[in-house]
């Protein structure tokens, strides 16, 4: 169930690169559970959306909800796994490069869809 808002497109890429890396399928992350597995991927996911959105912290946690989860995130839980996951990267020098993967990987779709964006507003700056 993605979305196709543009608010959630950066959301969208950023739990499909998880998703990819980690071969899971699209309702994995948004589980409701607390598996340790799946509460790591997800406070990656809070972390790089935090990182490559200016979504307020509700909108983030809406997203869960959007994705399949039963009720949305609450805005300290999504403060508390980015800052968890910056402690982690500040301890590991493995899951810094991790995290570095996977934000470079974001950064290209991010980077591409903006592109296509911008090509198709050229495109309809020319019509008649």
Known sequence: ???KTDKYQVLDIISEVIEKKHK?????IF???RKREVCDLR???FYLATRFTNLPLQDIGN???HRGRGSAHN???IIYSSKLVKDWISIDKEYKEYIGEIENEVKYFVD????????????KENLP
């Open 31 to 33: 589980q409701d559970t």
């Open 75 to 77: 805005h300290a839980t």
């Open 1 to 3: 169930m993605k979305t």
């Open 43 to 45: 406070k990656v996911f």
């Open 63 to 65: 997203y869960s909800k």
């Open 112 to 123: 591409y869809e903006q592109y296509r964006y911008d090509e198709s507003n050229k495109y």
């Open 24 to 28: 899971v399928d699209d309702q994995y």
